[in-house]
């Protein structure tokens, strides 16, 4: 399983991480911070969880791109 997380309300707007993974981030329309597509939001941590592990490489270089290092992936 992998679980990528990002904490959005500290999201700077940067667009690092639509750089990095247009895939699964794209830049909110309505406040220009970034969006975990298909993710579920817990108190401000909107996580992403999937078997499929092809999304690590791409999630990482988001996470490692973030100035603010709001993003996190985790593989179990």
Known sequence: MVI????RDKCIGCNYCVEMDPVH???SKKDGKSVLIHSV???GFFTLKTPNHSI???????AKA???????????
Not at 69 to 75: A, F, L, N, P
């Open 41 to 43: 939001n817990a108190k």
């Open 25 to 27: 981030f794209q830049m």
């Open 4 to 7: 990528v997380t990002l904490q």
């Open 56 to 62: 690590v490489e791409s999630c990482e270089l988001a």
């Open 66 to 76: 973030c100035p603010v290092k709001i993003i996190t992936v985790k593989e179990t």
